[in-house]
């Protein structure tokens, strides 16, 4: 009886503390149950207010620091997904102290972890500059740059991504990014092998050098355009896509930027990318070229060297929309320096499709665009302004000028181009063309009026075109005031004339031929 009574009380034992213990396994299993289903449910935007009124945060927040490194991972992935939802959410994410959490289980949880909270970080940073602000607050930046030197490709990754959403906002947010020693690190994460480590490293650097001259020397000075130049061929569209993007923010600052481009021979390989299937590259490219064209004559020359004008061109021809803006802007950067420049670009067909945009883009940026580069291309002789001229640029400019639905500064834009070309216009009956559009403004006549004054009197047969057209007639039309420079113009334009002839085309020569003949009879 009593070894019995002894086999009893360990079974007794036992069985309470596998109850003991069950309670625990269930409430393990219901919190991994839990967090897992929050996770999957954030992932739908319809669920996210629900989510949210009902005290998610508070409840994920502990979870953070459970002892099960499973539910820790779910908890931050979730907590990410609500985050990435809205400023609002992020909002309540830094409200709720959950950053220094995250920030101090990075130094030393797994993998798996650390990729979680650094997609926390990321979802917070990317919404403003305050939030940014936030995560730099929290300490984020140094525990973030030491996972840049993780094994795991997945860590680096994320940490380079919030990295670059924190340095995207502003030069200041972008400074001490680069103070916490992060951009030696992209560079290396750039020769990576991996190839998403690589896009979101260029990215990253990318989002460093847009801000300022000295942000962007940071990322020369690290070696960055050495490893990111060979890239503008890989096979990626998505790597090319940051890289070429990267290549012209570090570009555009200044000359010796932009010829540090130049040097790691980027031409003409980026020129390839302004045919790429994606058109994502073939914008980012334009604008790399863009940004290294507008600085000096010579590195304009070097892209026209490189066979960029018809590159350019095709670009132009191809694209629509926003896409077309780069390529319509480089093309009146490199015709703006000189007159051979600009001969390159009107030689390889550029100004029809420029004209062509000018003519169809429905966005007024575009347009204005269009108008400067025609501009720039027209202004430098007769010869180049003739070119301009020929196609109906002038006429288009000025019909785009005068319609009520044109911005102030697209206006701006088409008078400019109007006037720069038309001074160097030689050609009469261009001028005249331009002179007998309906309803010219009296400030585009002004000018159109001074280039026929100065044509007219060295081009005798010229002057017997200019009556036959009804050039001279609608001058005589002008209501030109007593010593306005208008009244200068059209004296002058009538000096080339017999005083008959300009009797007869006066307004009121019909009335005194009447009135003779009522005196007469």
């Known amino acids: 009886g009593a070894s019995a009574r002894a086999c009893v009380v360990p079974a007794v034992a036992m069985s309470s503390t596998r109850a003991v213990l ?42 953070l620091l459970d002892n099960v490194p499973s539910i820790q991972q779910s908890a931050a992935l979730a907590l990410g997904r609500l985050a990435n939802y ?61 996972c840049l030197e993780e094994f795991d490709p997945g860590v680096k990754e994320a940490a380079a991504w919030a990295l670059g959403y924190i340095a995207g906002h502003n030069k200041e947010l972008a400074s001490t990014v680069v103070d916490a020693g992060a951009v030696g690190l992209l560079v290396l994460c750039v020769q990576e092998p991996d190839l998403n480590l690589k896009r979101i490293a260029a990215s990253a650097l990318s989002d460093i050098a847009k801000h300022t001259p000295e942000l962007a020397q940071s990322v020369v000075d690290a070696g960055a355009v050495a490893y990111l130049a060979p890239l503008v061929v890989a096979h990626d569209s998505k790597l090319k896509r940051q890289v070429c993007a990267a290549l012209g923010q570090i570009a555009k600052h200044s000359v010796d930027l932009a010829e540090v481009v130049v040097e790691a021979e980027v031409f003409p390989k980026i020129l390839t990318c302004l045919k790429d299937a994606d058109g994502l590259v073939r914008k980012h490219a334009a604008t790399a070229v863009r940004e290294v064209a507008k600085h000096t004559p010579e590195l304009a020359q070097l ?32 015709a703006a320096f000189s007159e051979t420049l600009a001969q390159a670009v009107i030689t390889r067909k550029g100004i029809a499709p420029l004209f062509a945009a000018l003519n169809e883009e429905p966005e007024d940026h575009i347009k204005s665009a269009s108008a400067w580069s025609l501009g720039q291309m ?14 109906g640029v002038l006429a288009k400019l000025v019909q785009v000028h ?65 009556v036959t057209s009804g050039g001279f007639a609608a001058v005589q039309q002008l209501d030109a005031a007593s010593g306005s420079k208008l009244k200068e113009h059209v004296d002058v334009i009538n000096s080339c004339y017999p005083e008959d ?16 003949l009522s005196t007469m009879s």
Request: aromatic fraction near 6%.
């Open 22 to 63: 069950a309670v625990f396994e269930k409430y393990q299993k219901d919190r991994v149950t839990f967090v897992q289903t929050v996770a999957e449910l954030a992932t739908r935007s319809q669920n996210i207010e629900v989510l949210q009124s009902a005290g998610v945060m508070a409840l994920l927040r502990p979870l």
């Open 86 to 146: 809205s400023d609002d959410l992020a909002e309540a994410v830094v409200n709720n102290e959950i950053l220094p959490q995250l920030v101090y289980s990075l130094s030393e949880q797994n993998r798996f972890y650390k990729k979680a909270a650094a997609f926390v970080l990321r979802a917070v940073a990317k919404h403003s500059p305050p939030l940014a602000q936030a995560v730099v607050d929290s300490e984020a930046l140094d525990s973030l740059v030491l």
């Open 303 to 334: 892209i026209v060297s490189n066979g960029g004008v018809g590159a350019l061109v095709d670009y132009v021809q191809e694209t629509e929309g926003n896409n077309s803006l780069p390529g319509i802007m480089a093309l009146g950067f490199i």
């Open 378 to 391: 027209g202004r430098h002789s007769p010869d180049h302004a003739k070119a301009v001229a020929d196609v």
């Open 402 to 466: 005068n319609s009520e639905a044109s911005s102030e500064d697209l206006c701006k834009k088409c008078k400019r181009a109007l006037k720069s070309v038309v001074e160097k216009l030689t050609d009469l009956k261009a001028l005249d063309k331009i002179l007998q559009e309906p309803n010219l403004p009296e400030e585009i006549v002004k000018f159109v009026l001074q280039q026929i004054s100065k044509v007219l009197p060295n081009d005798p047969a010229g002057r017997h075109d200019f």
């Open 501 to 516: 002839v300009v009797k007869y085309y006066s307004p009121n020569y019909s009335k005194e031929l009447l009135e003779k």
